[in-house]
């Protein structure tokens, strides 16, 4: 366990000076914009976050792997021995970054096993800091000031309104009719996936449903927080999501579940 709290405090250190530099990008307006492959968008600051977080990793965890949603990563059978590496995803939110809306984040995990064992996610302009490592529980840095953070109790949970978290740009709609209309539902907009996880970690929010293409870095290091504040991530038809075991490195459509007392299979269409 202190080898975990030690690289915990280096994904920690790491996320913010990423984040840090980010801003700095993020109020010039100085960056260059760049379309992948699958036509979603990279920028010159996603380049920079992930090379200071690949060096800062990489300097006090040589023996470590890194993955990366902006390098190469190889193919299953160089990944395959991998028990233990880095995932990390250098701005989650690339298009909110675009828009300057603010809602991006800089996310890293550990992952021992296939099973995301530190999480860190850094939301830059907020200044806010989300944690967790395997089994010492979830937390959530602002200002200076650390709180434990956990999913939220319904009083009634079987009958009670459930707070949605939805990204801007699915409508409204188009969710609510992937859930069951025997229930009441709040719902709140925001933009960077994992930053939306991080509401039902801290009780802002009760599920979150990814309707969508993600990769693994989008949900390693929430995985780990969601989990050690009691909540769960899984893929839509309830299955566990799976680290480096596929040669994809895409998800499945998945949900962030919060309250566990909830039955979730008979809300989620």
């Not at 405090?9 to 990423?18: M, N, T």
């Not at 395959?80 to 590496?85: I, K, L, M, N």
């Not at 999913?151 to 740009?169: C, F, G, M, T, Y």
Request: glycine residues 6%.
């Amino acid at each position: 366990m202190q080898v975990l709290t030690s690289l915990l405090d280096v994904a920690k250190k790491a996320a913010v000076d990423a984040g840090e530099n980010v801003m700095d990008i993020y109020h010039s307006g100085n960056f260059r914009r760049f379309n992948k492959s699958d036509d979603s968008p990279v920028t010159s600051a996603d380049f920079l976050a992930n090379e200071i977080i690949v060096k800062a990793l990489q300097a006090a965890s040589p023996d470590i792997p890194i993955m990366s949603e902006e390098q190469n990563n190889g193919s299953l059978t160089e990944r395959q021995s991998w028990d233990r590496y880095w995932l990390i995803d250098p701005i989650d939110g690339t298009k909110e970054f675009i828009a300057k809306s603010g809602h991006f984040a800089v996310n890293i995990a550990l992952v021992e096993n296939h099973v995301p064992v530190i999480g860190v996610i850094y939301w830059p302009t907020s200044d806010i800091l989300y944690f967790a490592c395997k089994e010492t529980g979830a937390f959530k840095m602002t200002q200076g000031h650390t709180s434990s953070i956990r999913v939220r109790k319904l009083e009634n949970p079987q009958h009670d309104a459930i707070r949605i978290a939805i990204s801007r740009e699915q409508p409204t709609e188009w969710v609510l009719s992937r859930l069951s209309h025997q229930r009441h539902y709040e719902t709140l907009a925001l933009g960077s996936c994992s930053l939306k996880s991080c509401y039902v970690a801290e009780g802002k929010a009760d599920v979150f449903m990814r309707i969508g293409e993600t990769g693994e870095w989008d949900t390693g290091a929430a995985q780990c927080i969601v989990a050690e504040a009691g909540g769960k991530i899984l893929a839509i038809d309830f299955q566990p999501l799976t680290y480096n075991l596929r040669e994809s490195l895409k998800n499945p459509n998945f949900i962030v579940l919060g309250d566990q007392r909830i039955d979730w299979q008979s809300i989620v269409l």
